[in-house]
C-alpha cells in the first residue's frame, strides 16, 4: 500500500515537464482596430491595420517622435507581450501633455486596440501585464495661500 502511494506521488506532477511545452504560433487575425488612449493631459487616438509592423505618430517614424529609448520599449510593449511583433502597422494621432504621458496614451490606445480586434486570446495577457488600466495619476491643482500644490512657506512661531 505504502509502495503504491509513493508511486502515485512520484508520476504526479502539477508542472508539465519542459518538453512537452509547445507555443502554438496562432494566426494573425486580420482585422483592423482602433482606441483611443488617455495619460495625464495627453489624448492618443490610434488605428490599428495588418500590415508589416510600421509606425506612424502625427505624420512622423516612432523613433523620431519618441527618440527615448524607454518610451519606444513602452509603446511597443502590448505586441511583444502577445508576440505580435511586425503584425500590425500603427497610425496615431497624439495632442495633449509632454513626452511621459503621450508615450503612455499611445501604449494604453495600442493596447486597448489589440484588445478589440482578438478579444478571447488578447484580453487575459494584456489584463496581467496591465496594460488595459488607465493610469488616473494627474497634476493635483494649486491650493489657495499654498505657494504650489502642497507646498507652503516656512512656519515661523515667533
Not at 495632442?95 to 486597448?112: D, E, F, T, V, Y
Not at 488600466?133 to 494649486?142: G, L, P, Q, S
Request: proline fraction near 5%; charge should be positive; charged fraction near 25%.
Amino acid at each position: 500500500m505504502a509502495n503504491e502511494i509513493e508511486n502515485d506521488i512520484q508520476n504526479y506532477s502539477t508542472e508539465t515537464p519542459a518538453n512537452d511545452v509547445v507555443v502554438a504560433e496562432r494566426p494573425v487575425v486580420s482585422v483592423p482596430g482602433a482606441a483611443v488612449g488617455r495619460r495625464k493631459q495627453a489624448i492618443a487616438r490610434v488605428r490599428i491595420i495588418p500590415g508589416s509592423g510600421s509606425f506612424t505618430v502625427n505624420g512622423r517614424t516612432l523613433e523620431e517622435y519618441f527618440p527615448n529609448k524607454l518610451h519606444q520599449q513602452l509603446i511597443t510593449d502590448p505586441f511583444t507581450v502577445l508576440n505580435l511583433n511586425g503584425a500590425y502597422d500603427v497610425i496615431a494621432r497624439i495632442n495633449g501633455g509632454g513626452p511621459s504621458g503621450q508615450a503612455g496614451a499611445l501604449r494604453l490606445a495600442i493596447a486597448r486596440a489589440l484588445n478589440e480586434v482578438d478579444r478571447e486570446n488578447n484580453r487575459p495577457t494584456l489584463k496581467k501585464a496591465g496594460f488595459l488600466t488607465r493610469d488616473a495619476r494627474v497634476i493635483e491643482r494649486k491650493k489657495a495661500g499654498l505657494k504650489k500644490a502642497r507646498k507652503a512657506s516656512q512656519f515661523s512661531k515667533r
